[in-house]
C-alpha cells in the first residue's frame, strides 16, 4: 500500500495483545478519555496514533471499525484525472 502504515502490532510480545492504529486526532482525544485502554500511540506520534490493548475496556466492533477507519486514513488516493483538450 504505498509503503503507508496502518496498523502495528507486537505478536510475540508477553502480556495482552495491543493494537496500534492511526486515526483522526478528535477521536483519538475522545477515545482516550473515554476508555481506560486506550493510551497514546507508543512510539508514535502521539496525535495521530492509539495504542489498544485488545481484551480490555473497548468493545471488539469498535476496534474493528477503528481498524477499517485507520486503512481508510492511509489508502492511496485516487487520482484525479486532467482534462485533455476538447
Not at 41 to 55: D, F, Q, S
Amino acid at each position: 500500500m504505498g509503503g503507508k502504515i496502518f496498523a502495528l502490532s507486537a505478536l510475540d510480545a508477553d502480556g495482552p495483545l495491543q493494537l496500534s492504529l492511526k486515526i483522526d486526532p478528535p477521536l483519538g482525544e475522545d477515545l482516550r478519555a473515554s476508555y481506560a485502554c486506550v493510551r497514546p500511540g507508543y512510539h508514535l506520534n502521539k496525535k495521530h496514533w492509539v495504542t489498544i490493548e485488545v481484551g480490555g475496556d473497548v468493545p471488539d466492533e469498535l476496534i474493528e471499525g477503528l481498524v477499517e477507519d485507520s486503512y481508510d486514513l492511509v489508502k492511496p488516493r485516487p487520482r484525479r484525472g486532467r482534462a485533455g483538450p476538447a
